[in-house]
T-cell receptor
Framework: QQQVKQSPQSLIVQKGGIPIINCAYE??????FPWYQQFPGKGPALLIAIRPDVSEKKEGRFTISFNKSAKQFSLHIMDSQPGDSATYFCAASMGGSEKLVFGKGTKLTVNP | ETGVTQTPRHLVMGMTNKKSLKCEQHLGHNAMYWYKQSAKKPLELMFVYSLEERVENNSVPSRFSPECPNSSHLFLHLHTLQPEDSALYLC????????????FGDGTRLSIL
């Protein structure tokens, strides 16, 4: 119940493509869903986050889509660039809790 | 300096050694965390401190011993580690316990010989 399942494990797209990374959860008490971006040799950095009162959130080229009934959320990267090549982690937490439950990560490669 | 700083960035140690990892945050946050990141596994929360008091200890072996002398500094003392403890150890901080987001340092890459 505490797991967050992330797919795919790796993803290769061409520049300008729209990679989509999916996450699914079981615990309906989760109410905060962030995405983290991690470059090699660096720590994860918060990219974008959503709460279940909205179905979509955009920040620049990054969009989270949230489907509460299906208990799924996904990250879309519009007009992807080689500089977006990184590992992306989804996560979830319950209100008032510091504990983030992370997915296993998706390694994204954007070819020029 | 800004953000969360971890030292050393790389550490190689034998199983009988004692070493410490250091984390310092310059964000004025009151909560700090240690995570373990292993290949192809989700980040694992190890310890949480809020206002220098430990509030979570997720079944971490006693060979890992955290210390939080003040709200800006966090240490992870290592003793008699095992090869499976080789991983990236990440420190994070947040404004307060129960609040998001968490801000991560760049980690210490630990290798156990």
């Amino acid at each position: 119940q505490q797991q967050v399942k992330q797919s795919p494990q790796s993803l290769i797209v061409q520049k300008g493509g729209i990679p989509i990374i999916n996450c699914a959860y079981e615990n309906t008490a989760f109410d905060y869903f962030p995405w983290y971006q991690q470059f090699p040799g660096k720590g994860p950095a918060l990219l974008i986050a959503i709460r279940p009162d909205v179905s979509e959130k955009k920040e620049g080229r990054f969009t989270i889509s949230f489907n509460k009934s299906a208990k799924q959320f996904s990250l879309h990267i519009m007009d992807s660039q080689p500089g977006d090549s990184a590992t992306y982690f989804c996560a979830a937490s319950m209100g008032g809790s510091e504990k983030l439950v992370f997915g296993k990560g998706t390694k994204l490669t954007v070819n020029p | 300096e800004t953000g969360v700083t971890q030292t050393p960035r790389h550490l190689v140690m034998g199983m009988t050694n004692k070493k410490s990892l250091k984390c310092e945050q310059h964000l004025g946050h009151n909560a700090m965390y240690w995570y373990k990141q292993s290949a192809k596994k989700p980040l694992e929360l190890m310890f949480v401190y809020s206002l220098e008091e430990r509030v979570e200890n997720n079944s971490v072996p006693s060979r890992f011993s955290p210390e939080c002398p003040n709200s800006s500094h966090l240490f992870l003392h290592l003793h008699t580690l095992q090869p499976e403890d080789s991983a990236l150890y990440l420190c994070a901080s947040s404004q307060a316990y129960g609040n998001q987001p968490q801000h991560f340092g760049d980690g210490t890459r630990l290798s156990i010989l």
